[in-house]
């Protein structure tokens, strides 16, 4: 049975983080609110529940499923290499509106979609999504919406697509962005920029010490 938490009351909130957590360890789906949009996520080690995620998005694997983080420390141990551009990032960006593509470490058996051996990775700027996330570890979250639907900025909007094939909806609020994160490609020997969303190319570039032209 599907509920709605309303995590504006602290009871609530705290009864929707246990049942989330509980549901995601269990390889079921959860909704979430982030920084920027709502999403749908569940265990990132979980390769069954990925491929369920993937199936209630009606996504095929040639669309990878990014990956959430509640910490900057998360982030080392998914990493191939925590070099100096994406220690510049992530300092400068997390929490926040900046996704981050980098080669994977090897080590990892995940089954994300078609990666070619990257992940890509973001830690949200909400207490909800922060708190969630350092209760589960990393998770596979995309868009809480179908594929080719309006993307959700409310815990009711993202229900009204999703309906049961999630267990819980943690509900934060209306989502202060209503825009997509920013997307940069750092498993190039060049940094790309592949989605403009809510952070900026040119505050991008200008943490890098590029050009934003050089980021397109």
């Not at 993937?54 to 990956?67: A, F």
């Not at 998914?78 to 929490?95: C, G, K, M, N």
């Not at 997307?183 to 200008?206: C, F, H, K, T, Y």
Request: proline share 6%; aromatic share 4%; charged share 20%.
């Amino acid at each position: 049975m599907s509920r709605i938490y309303d995590c504006a009351t602290a009871d609530t909130r705290a009864a929707g983080i246990k049942q989330a957590v509980s549901a995601v360890k269990s390889g079921r789906l959860v909704v979430l609110p982030t920084d920027t949009l709502y999403g749908l996520g569940c265990d990132a080690f979980d390769n069954d529940a990925v491929n369920r995620l993937l199936n209630t998005k009606q996504r095929g694997p040639d669309m990878p499923v990014p990956v959430l983080v509640g910490s900057w420390e998360t982030a080392r141990g998914l990493v191939h290499s925590y070099d100096q551009r994406l220690r510049t990032l992530i300092e400068a960006f997390w929490p926040g509106a900046l996704s981050i593509v980098v080669p994977q470490a090897p080590s990892l058996m995940w089954n994300l979609g078609d990666t070619n051996g990257t992940v890509m990775l973001r830690m949200p700027l909400h207490p909800v999504a922060i708190e969630l996330l350092r209760e589960t570890g990393p998770m596979a979250v995309s868009s809480a919406n179908i594929s080719g639907q309006p993307p959700a900025t409310t815990a009711a909007m993202a229900k009204q697509q999703l309906g049961a094939a999630v267990n819980v909806y943690l509900d934060g609020g209306e989502c202060a962005e209503g825009l997509a994160s920013s997307i940069i490609d750092l498993s190039g020997s060049q940094p790309r920029l592949l989605r403009e969303g809510a952070v900026s190319a040119d505050r991008i570039a200008s943490v890098l010490k590029v050009t934003a032209e050089s980021l397109r």
